[in-house]
């Protein structure tokens, strides 16, 4: 990285998106098989639950987000959403997270670094989408 390093607001990293999608989709291509990170979660209570778990980006009011997308094979307690939460926060920090972040995702505007992980200004937010069909 760069002695001077630039941080941009997530505003301004939508211009983005499209690069830093295609470089989530180049680190997803490491999954050894269709359940993404999910392929990681060891805890028995959250594995029976979660089928599938994928990173990604997309735009939420005007601002560009990190989002973790879980395929459910069953509702989630209030409990096991709590150690879902924890795992995400863990792949974000120290796991998948921290090796996307090492990766410069070229731009006509040069390099850039994404990170899902910031100690000091982090969180999560949980809400269910419903679909059609």
């Given at each position: 990285m760069d002695d001077n390093p630039m941080e941009i607001t997530p505003a301004e990293a939508v211009s983005y998106?499209?690069?830093?999608?295609?470089?989530?989709?180049?680190?997803?291509?490491?999954?050894?098989?269709?359940?993404g990170l999910a392929e990681y979660i060891h805890d028995e209570s959250i594995n029976k639950k979660v089928y599938s778990l994928y990173p990604s980006v997309e735009i939420v009011d005007g601002e560009l987000w990190g989002v973790m997308t879980a395929g459910l094979r069953d509702p989630l307690s209030g409990e096991v959403t709590a150690e879902l939460l924890d795992f995400v926060t863990g792949q974000n920090s120290d796991g998948y997270g921290e090796g996307l972040e090492q990766r410069p995702i070229k731009t006509p505007d040069g390099e850039i670094y994404v990170s899902f992980w910031n100690h000091e200004n982090y969180s999560l937010n949980f809400y269910r989408r419903f679909y059609d069909g």
């Open positions: 998106e499209e690069a830093i999608l295609a470089a989530i989709v180049k680190e997803n291509r490491f999954f050894e098989n269709d359940r």
